[in-house]
């Protein structure tokens, strides 16, 4: 019997669906999948070549496509053979996930998980979710704010803002952020980071979830934070966390959030390149992706999922309510060399924060790294 292996990341979002999902697929082809898992923060910043030589399947987020283009570690999934369900895949795109792992000309994974910055709320300690972000300052004000700092989500912020501002930060060169963006969004993400508590510096989303979702927790809003469905679910936790289209910083509504989710991958070494990719177009179909994976605790990549109505209800109308700011999310630059500039410029930001350092120095830095991260045939 064939059996393949599988690599995602430990959160019961990310592991957990995929369990179910392959057990469902063995029972319909005989065909086994066993699924290890890594860490949050080991899961965005290890070697994919490494993981490639190891496992059939691979969850990747889309910022490592040019890395692992470069390196020729994972199979191009648009097979003609695939045709008509590509199409369909295409089709159910939130915003721009599908094509977020398009890199010159092929496809190198389908989004099986949609997230992007949203706001994350307490409906029993808030009327309403925040509308302005002047309404988050005064909020944090109060001590009643929280924002995952750190690396890379300071990063991620950064990006976030300048998008609401409409100066979206550039991709491909040969500076990330003008200088009059750069001062506007690091003088709001300075005011934010001393306000909030400094721990916020060390935290990532599933910290701050975490404290937000403790009986007793004070802490009414998240207002930048990629959105996590388990938080919904009644039960999940002591306290429901309800989700909800970002603040706005600018006039355009919630556009320019930092795309994240993730995407199933067949590795290029596989023995079995047929099972895995077979298990890959169907693991992120429609009626798989609102069915048994939604139902198993996962945060689908596929817009069937994200308008059903059985889906929304479960998860306490999560994707419903911050669909408009998942539209309108913004991609990060995937040239090969972005993934140390990430790591190295989210680092600077979060120390940057920290020392309550002003524009110029940070900026400068950034950009920087930026022009560094390419090679010279970029």
Not at 274 to 299: C, E, H, K, N
Request: aromatic content about 10%; charged content about 20%.
């Amino acid at each position: 019997m064939t059996r393949l292996k599988g690599m995602t990341w430990s959160h019961p979002r990310g592991f957990d669906p995929m369990v179910a999902c392959a057990a469902a697929w063995e029972k319909r082809t005989g065909v086994g999948i066993d699924w290890d898992k890594r860490s949050l923060q080991d899961f965005e910043s290890y070697p994919v070549e490494d993981l490639a030589r190891a496992y059939d399947l691979i969850v990747i987020d889309h910022p490592h496509v040019g890395q692992i283009t470069e390196e020729g570690c994972l199979l191009a999934l648009d097979v003609p053979e695939g045709a008509a369900a590509l199409a369909e895949l295409s089709a159910g795109s939130l915003g721009q996930s599908f094509p977020s792992y398009t890199w010159k000309g092929r496809q190198w994974a389908f989004p099986i998980d949609a997230a992007t910055q949203v706001q994350a709320w307490r409906p029993d300690l808030l009327a309403a979710p925040l509308g302005r972000w002047d309404e988050v300052v005064a909020l944090a004000h109060e001590g009643r704010v929280m924002l995952p700092l750190r690396p890379p989500h300071s990063l991620m912020v950064l990006y976030t803002l300048a998008g609401q501002l409409g100066r979206p930060c550039r991709v491909e060169g040969p500076d990330l952020i003008d200088s009059d963006t750069g001062e506007r969004v690091w003088e709001m993400m300075r005011e934010i980071a001393g306000l909030v508590d400094p721990a916020c510096a060390g935290m990532d989303p599933i910290a701050v979830f975490e404290a937000m979702a403790g009986e007793g927790a004070r802490i009414a809003c998240a207002p930048l934070i990629y959105g996590y469905v388990s938080y919904a679910v009644p039960g999940f936790r002591p306290r429901r966390i309800g989700f909800a289209d970002m603040p706005v910083a600018g006039p355009d509504g919630p556009v320019g959030s930092a795309l994240g989710g993730t995407g199933i991958a067949v590795s290029a070494f596989s023995a079995e390149p047929g099972a895995a990719l077979d298990f890959a177009y169907w693991v992120a179909g429609a009626d798989v992706q609102r069915g048994i994976y939604a139902a198993s605790g996962g945060q689908p990549g596929h817009a069937a999922a994200w308008g059903d109505e059985a889906v929304n209800l479960a998860a306490g109308d999560f994707y419903r309510a911050t669909r408009a700011t998942l539209d309108g999310a913004w991609v990060r630059p995937r040239h090969d060399g972005y993934m140390a500039f990430q790591a190295a410029a989210s680092e600077r930001i979060t120390e940057g924060l920290i020392r309550k350092d002003a524009a110029g120095p940070v900026m400068a830095a950034i950009n920087r790294l930026f022009r560094e991260s390419f090679s010279p045939g970029d």
